[in-house]
């Protein structure tokens, strides 16, 4: 099963209740998806800087190893913890470096995702806890996209949650199965992808973040996918300006989209969005099979 | 079908609804009231509001009565319907009427996934368009949508006739059976085994008959329309195959 939700904010007077509105959402997909939660929210751009979303086992203390990283660069980095997350905002051109450090100093930290806007959170546990946990209901930003989950081709464990973000400002969410993901993860491993986990859904992010590096933009990556991919899915992508919908041609996984003039909403059930604003006089679709959808911010 | 679909909102007209609040009761007690209807009720409206997107509302109804729902509904609503009529002000999830035996669910807004799937009976009135795999398996069911259906509509269908005033999508009528399919638009593609076949004075007939029941009569022109069904190449044995088998 699993459900997924996608939020984008036409109007920008609505942002600071970003968190509130997919936080509801999320908690209608209680029932499809009751293993683990994680959403992505793009909130205010920092100029130089790379936000890291990072995750320890629990006790890590994220200030010190935010002075740690510091000290290293010589520079100071902000970090704000959240529950087993933290964000640290590094100098774009330490960013590297930055991440060579942690991987070497901190092994156990993982990187949950990296973004001038995009930050990632993902637990095991119930959606309403998670949300609750990471205190979504507060966050502020322009679009975000966010799962639950039900298990089915890995482990309930927390790098199995989605959102997989593979690429700078890029991640993914995912309902369904893909049945060639290990042949496909061996040919994106050869063109120098890495995966942190067995997971299929990681393997779809890491196809698009591959295309994208190749020039494609993510509609034609999107578009790509269908051939490349096998499998039941519906996707949600969030990029840095906007987030996009495709569903397999079968379309056996469910999709719903309601738009009005103020936002677009996706869910995989019209429960997710029943308390969206005047959602009584939204536009409400079912996104049709094997078709493009994207909406974005001029950049 | 005996009622059309405008008589009924006549019918409707004249009796008040009992009100039954899905924000301030369960599902499960809204259906159960459902249910609890006697043959001899004289109530014989019920206005169902607040479904925000639940399943399963209204199945197993088996009285003759009229239920409407305000708003969208979520999956399976009205199905394993019997002798009721209910009306869905909104759209519709996956598998609304599914099942169905006999009675009358109009979709008022669009119809998700698998609309009236295995199907015997009754009529699923679908004003907008309907997703994917519309009346699959459909064993007997009438099922009349005014805008488009999806892929995969009236896969295995095997009795009833399906009747589509707009387009329909990829694979129509895969591995049909006996049931009539009706289509005024365009078809992207065919299934295994479905052909255009002769509309016959008795189809004529029996379409203006299922376009009257949805209400719709003297609206559209059956001369739009063309008739799809089974070549029988499939599921017929032919002694010439016996050696596949």
Same mark, same amino acid.
């Given at each position: ?45 920092? *100029? ?114 989605? *959102? ?122 079912? *996104? ?12 | 079908m005996s009622a059309?679909?405008?008589a009924l909102?006549?019918e409707l007209?004249a009796s008040p609804p009992v009100l039954l609040?899905?924000?301030?009761q369960?599902l499960r007690a809204i259906n159960a009231a459902l249910h609890s209807i006697g043959e001899d009720a004289t109530q014989r409206r019920w206005r169902i ?7 399963a509302v209204a199945v197993g109804l088996n009285a003759p009565v009229t239920v409407e729902i ?6 399976y609503c009205a199905g394993m319907n019997q002798r009721a009529r209910v009306i869905i002000?909104?759209? $519709?999830?996956?598998?609304v009427a599914e099942n169905m035996m006999s009675g009358l669910v109009h979709?008022?807004?669009? &119809?998700?996934?698998?609309?009236? $799937?295995?199907g015997c009976g009754g009529m699923l009135?679908?004003?907008?368009? &309907? ?10 069911i ?25 387009? &329909? ?16 638009? $365009?078809?992207?593609?065919?299934? $295994? ?19 009257? &029941? ?32």
């Amino acid at each position: 099963m699993c459900g997924i939700v996608g939020l984008f904010l036409k109007d920008r007077s609505l942002e600071p209740e970003l968190g509130s509105m997919l936080l509801h959402m999320l908690e209608a997909m209680n029932e499809r998806g009751p293993d683990s939660a994680g959403f992505a929210v793009y909130s205010q751009e920092k *100029p130089g800087f790379i936000k890291m979303t990072l995750r320890a086992p629990a006790g890590a203390d994220f200030a010190a190893l935010a002075a740690d990283l510091g000290a290293q660069i010589d520079e100071v980095v902000p970090v704000r913890s959240i529950a087993t997350h933290a964000v640290m905002e590094v100098p774009a051109e330490h960013w590297p470096r930055a991440r060579a450090l942690l991987a070497q100093r901190v092994p156990e930290i993982a990187i949950v995702g990296e973004g001038t806007r995009m930050e990632v959170f993902k637990e095991v546990g119930r959606p309403s806890d998670v949300g609750a946990r990471f205190a979504l209901l507060h966050m502020v930003g322009s679009h975000a996209i966010g799962h639950t989950r039900m298990a089915t081709e890995s482990a309930v464990t927390t790098d199995g949650a989605h *959102p997989y973000s593979t690429g700078i400002d890029q991640c993914l969410v995912h309902n369904g199965s893909l049945s060639n993901h290990n042949a496909v993860r061996r040919e994106l491993r050869r063109e120098g992808m890495e995966f942190a986990t067995d997971n299929d859904t990681e393997v779809a992010a890491a196809y698009l973040t591959h295309r994208m590096r190749q020039g494609d933009d993510l509609a034609s990556a999107l578009e790509r996918s269908l051939r490349d991919l096998d499998g039941f899915y519906t996707f949600v992508v969030g990029t840095k300006d906007g987030f996009g919908v495709l569903r397999d041609p079968i379309a056996c996984k469910p999709a719903v989209m309601a738009e009005t003039e103020r936002y677009v909403a996706f869910g995989s059930e019209y429960r997710t969005l029943v308390d969206l604003p005047n959602i009584g006089a939204a536009h409400v679709w079912e *996104p049709l099979p094997s078709k493009v959808y994207f909406w974005s911010h001029a950049s | 079908m005996s009622a059309s679909v405008a008589a009924l909102d006549a019918e409707l007209d004249a009796s008040p609804p009992v009100l039954l609040d899905l924000e301030q009761q369960s599902l499960r007690a809204i259906n159960a009231a459902l249910h609890s209807i006697g043959e001899d009720a004289t109530q014989r409206r019920w206005r169902i509001v607040n479904p925000r997107g639940r399943h399963a509302v209204a199945v197993g109804l088996n009285a003759p009565v009229t239920v409407e729902i305000l708003g969208h509904v979520g999956y399976y609503c009205a199905g394993m319907n019997q002798r009721a009529r209910v009306i869905i002000h909104g759209n $519709a999830g996956v598998g609304v009427a599914e099942n169905m035996m006999s009675g009358l669910v109009h979709v008022q807004g669009d &119809a998700s996934q698998a609309a009236g $799937a295995t199907g015997c009976g009754g009529m699923l009135v679908i004003d907008g368009n &309907a997703s994917a795999r519309c009346g699959i398996s459909m064993k007997g069911i009438d099922i009349v949508v005014k805008g488009s259906v999806g892929h995969m509509s009236a896969f295995m269908a095997q009795a009833g006739t399906f009747t589509v005033l707009g387009n &329909a999508g990829e694979s129509l009528g895969d591995s049909i059976y006996e049931a009539h399919l009706y289509v005024r638009g $365009a078809v992207t593609s065919f299934g $295994a085994d479905c052909v255009h076949k002769k509309m016959t004075d008795f189809h004529k007939e029996e379409l203006l008959s299922k376009l009257k &029941a949805a209400g719709i009569a003297g609206q559209v022109d059956i001369g739009e329309f063309k008739r799809y069904g089974s070549a029988r190449q499939l599921y017929h044995f032919h002694v010439d195959n016996a050696w596949s088998y």
